[in-house]
């Protein structure tokens, strides 16, 4: 008797202990898949777990008994649904998706490597016409899929990608058909999830958003702003470009020439025009602020860009106007100022010093390509961004008309 209750004891411990082994094996392979991952038994069913690090957790029931046969199954599902959390699914979306795949583990969407099959597909495209009519749009979806991952089907791509172009009729429904072809040819070649096939309606194009075009700062205005600031290496950057009509990030590459006698700049840049043609090192003339009298006033600029007087620190390059953005932009009044541009439906920007300079010149008997030369780009790019000023040339020639 105790010998057959010895035996009986044995075996249902042996029992019970393989059952715990298989689970303890099973939740350590579903830790395994990533950080926070787990599963319990929730009635006899396998119940998900996803703790994030924000303490945030989501959690889904699976289709599945929680039963030894179906582990295999499972770990394929719960790595199906790892997979498209990666691509932008939240748990319970990811989980959806995944079961329609009837258990065949599956890859993590390379964008990439599709967008490069897809173009090597366009057999009878012309590079030109990839670089006109598909590559924009396409880098733009890369974008979203593959940096913000934050994107999980084609009418949300759609959107966030057409954004760029709204207001532009023909972009917009170029950049709607390169991207839909792409998503199509992922589905349909790829064989990407139906979630990626494009919508059936076609988004509107939108109205195009008003600019605010970058206000010209007055010459008291500019003598008033730098009045009130403490720091003078940022006053000497400020009277810089405000003079000389520099780009923000020209501060980078000042020099003298002729014994200290000429101020130049070696910046280089698109000019706008001709595909590659870009600025030149050029001389730098300057269009001195006026007091309240008229009289110019001479700040001895160039000298002391000769004895290297220190300038600010600008950032890295290319964030030169950022720099003096964050500088200005909680000053009582460049503040002051900004809602006086406001009332006119300007903006007072960095760029304003850059602006004043070429209304000044306006003022001139200076050809409007002379300008242009002055201020370091084409003709196109000037009369694109200001001819605005001159019409005001204009007026003041009616008004000696009509005196």
């Not at 202990?17 to 319990?40: A, D, L, P, T």
């Not at 006698?261 to 000019?271: G, R």
């Not at 590659?276 to 009289?295: Q, S, W």
Request: proline share 4%; glycine share 4%; with cysteine.
């Amino acid at each position: 008797m105790c010998r057959h209750m010895y035996i009986c004891g044995a075996i249902f411990w042996l029992q019970t202990g393989y059952r715990f082994m298989w689970e303890k094996v099973f939740r350590n392979q579903i830790k395994g898949i990533s950080k926070g991952w787990s599963v319990q038994n929730a009635r006899n069913k396998v119940w998900l777990r996803v703790r994030k690090s924000n303490a945030n957790t989501q959690s889904v029931l699976l289709p599945f008994s929680w039963q030894e046969n179906n582990v295999s199954n499972v770990l394929i599902r719960v790595r199906n649904i790892y997979n498209l959390t990666l691509d932008g699914n939240d748990l319970k979306t990811a989980a959806f998706l995944a079961e329609n795949k009837n258990n065949k583990l599956l890859n993590i969407l390379d964008w990439h490597d599709a967008a490069k099959r897809f173009e090597n597909s366009l057999t009878n495209v012309a590079p030109i016409t990839w670089k006109n009519k598909y590559e924009a749009a396409i880098n733009e979806a890369l974008y979203f899929l593959t940096q913000t991952r934050k994107i999980n089907n084609a009418a949300d791509l759609t959107d966030k990608v057409l954004q760029k172009w709204i207001g532009k009729t023909e972009q917009h429904a170029i950049s709607r058909r390169a991207l839909w072809k792409f998503l199509k040819y992922c589905v349909n070649r790829l064989n990407y999830s139906n979630v990626w096939l494009p919508p059936t309606e076609i988004p509107s194009a939108g109205k195009r958003k008003l600019k605010k075009i970058g206000y010209p700062i007055s010459d008291g205005q500019f003598l008033n702003l730098i009045d009130t600031l403490n720091d003078p290496k940022w006053v000497f950057a400020i009277k810089l470009c405000c003079v000389y009509g520099l780009r923000p990030e020209e501060l980078r590459y000042l020099h003298t020439r002729n014994e200290g006698t000429e101020l130049w700049t070696n910046y280089t840049k698109s000019k706008g025009g001709t595909k590659g043609d870009t600025t030149e090192p050029r001389l730098l003339l300057p269009v001195l602020v006026k007091d309240e009298n008229n009289k110019p006033i001479e700040w001895n600029l160039i000298n002391r860009i000769k004895i290297n007087e220190q300038l600010p620190s600008i950032g890295k390059s290319g964030q030169a106007g950022q720099s003096i953005r964050r500088y200005l932009r909680n000053k009582p009044m460049w503040l002051t100022i900004k809602k006086q541009a406001e009332l006119e439906g300007q903006n007072l920007v960095p760029y304003s010093f850059r602006h004043r300079y070429s209304k000044q010149l306006h003022k001139t008997h200076l050809r409007p390509k002379q300008i242009a030369d002055c201020m370091g780009h084409d003709l196109k790019t000037h009369l694109l961004h200001y001819a605005r000023f001159i019409s005001d040339d204009m007026s003041k020639e009616f008004d000696l008309i009509n005196a």
